[in-house]
């Protein structure tokens, strides 16, 4: 099997409504990048996924231990696991595709009864050309990308801000009942204390589940997207952008549920005693709706900056060859 790029030639590939382009589980099974070969994107997609389920290991642990108040059910809720979940799943599936791609390219010649069942799990799906399986495997690449910006940003952005703005409160009320009963406030309560100044000072577990499960998926992503696969914009762009926002309406009923269930909001601005209102909620709910509108159309974006420089590379390798010749 090959081990060059898809994006080799100049100019590209065809663009996305011709028929004959390559299907999309073939491209996230190949970089665009002449310096990522077949076996180099087979080890960064294995080391990719070895990180994704030792990090979540170790966050399976903090969740269950330094975050055990309340219902346990509580964590199949949180938009961040479940965000991370995605992340995960989506590099197993594309680990797999891509190791076989390359080893075992014809998985019936395989024999064997367990091997032979391993093989054919992991290989590319069937009729890779159906245009519905495109689509729905399309969708779930652009809401494990569009869910983990969310959760970064959201968390960063949003919750982070509202956490240190609760502590800030809390000091201040600690500080002024000190001094009405005419004693010295602490110096400790005095500190103002900005949305990443509480990361540290508390060890390096904490920050580090923290760091990896808002910040490093989103990373991850990015990366994912430049670099290992060359997908491109999908045909079928309004349908994406639906698609999504169904699955942000999803999860919110799915929170709505979680609070039925264990009491518990997955976010704050969900509760009405929090934000102050119904139609607080209600806006705040429309943002996060509106905001995965706003996270794919910057995936797609960086789709744009790799296409762009790999056909700006790809030109130039042309030409150069054109003077040689």
Known sequence: MSSTPLLSAAGGLPGPHV??????????????????PQNVLVALRGLTLA???AVGAM???????????GSPWRHFFDFGLISY???????????????THLYYPD???????????????????ANMGSLRKQFYFTLFYATATVFAFMNSSIYWFVTRQHETAALLVAAATATATATAKGASPSPVLLVVDG??????????????IIC?????????????TIFLNSTKRPAALGSHFLGLMVHSGLYLAWAALGKVWTDIFPFFWLDEKEVGS?????????????????????ALGFVGIREGVTRSLAERASSLEDMED
């Open 51 to 53: 990180y994704l389920v």
């Open 85 to 99: 979940a995605l992340v995960s799943f989506y590099h197993l599936i594309t680990f797999s595709w891509t190791f």
């Open 195 to 208: 949305p990443f100044s509480i990361l540290f000072g508390e060890g390096w577990f904490k920050p580090f």
């Open 212 to 224: 990896n499960l808002y910040g490093v998926t989103a990373a991850i992503m990015i990366l994912e």
């Open 278 to 298: 119904k139609e607080a909620v209600t806006a705040y709910c429309i943002g996060f709706v509106l905001l995965s509108q706003f996270m794919y159309t910057l």
């Open 107 to 125: 998985p019936d010649g395989v024999q064997g009864g367990v091997e032979s069942w391993i093989i054919r799990a992991m290989s590319l799906p």
């Open 59 to 69: 966050i399976g642990h903090y969740k269950s231990t330094e975050e055990s108040e």
């Open 19 to 36: 028929m004959l382009d390559h299907p999309a589980f073939l491209r996230v099974s190949h970089s665009p990048w002449q310096c990522i």
